[in-house]
């Protein structure tokens, strides 16, 4: 259960309903959500929503890597919403369900694509040590490009944020959902992908 309520749209102020409005209608998607969450201060939302556009509607990476990149941050926090949003997506940008299922269980997943492999060596160096060795740094920027690689890390900024609020409020997936991932033990699961 919802430790802080989402706003719903009939129960929102006006400007809570122009805020998420303008977030939910531009998804297509009813209220819902670690966003209908931060709806609670929609100046927040807004400025948050303005980032989120920034960097995946304007399609600064590959879709792809991005929907990748967003998974491995679910799975580093162990979070249900986010990660429930993201799998599906990343079957549909081509990530095959081995990779998901390895991600999932927190392996090393074996790619095919050098695209991917580099994107998990840079997600899984950023979040697990807080830094980003030189072999995979080097290999991000040959592959993004340095503006790329930059929007990488807001991303992983972005939905580490995304997913804190999830765990932190614990919004409720849809009816019928069941969580995706198995719950962190502690410490000892949860903050890593292998």
């Not at 977030?23 to 709806?39: C, K």
């Not at 080097?138 to 592959?143: D, G, N, S």
């Not at 849809?174 to 410490?187: C, R, T, V, W, Y």
Request: contains cysteine.
């Amino acid at each position: 259960m919802a430790r802080i309520s989402e706003v719903e749209r009939d129960g929102a102020t006006p400007e809570q309903q122009r805020v998420g409005d303008a977030i939910f209608g531009s998804r297509n998607e009813d209220y819902g959500g670690p966003s209908a969450v931060m709806l609670h201060t929609p100046e927040l939302a807004q400025r948050f929503e303005d980032l989120r556009d920034a960097l995946i509607r304007d399609e600064r990476l590959p879709k792809q890597l991005l929907h990748f990149a967003a998974l491995l941050v679910a799975r580093f926090w162990s979070s249900q919403y986010t990660w429930w949003k993201r799998e599906e997506m990343c079957r549909a940008a081509g990530i095959h369900d081995d990779v998901i299922e390895a991600v999932r269980q927190r392996r090393r997943p074996v790619f095919d694509e050098p695209s991917l492999e580099i994107t998990y060596d840079y997600v899984a160096g950023l979040l697990e040590r807080g830094r980003v060795d030189e072999a995979s740094h080097a290999r991000a920027v040959e592959l993004l490009g340095e503006q790329g690689v930059i929007a990488l890390v807001l991303l992983v900024g972005l939905y580490s944020t995304l997913a804190m609020v999830s765990d932190a409020f614990e919004p409720d997936l849809p009816p019928g959902i069941a969580k995706p991932l198995d719950e962190p033990a502690g410490d000892a699961d949860g903050g890593r992908l292998r």
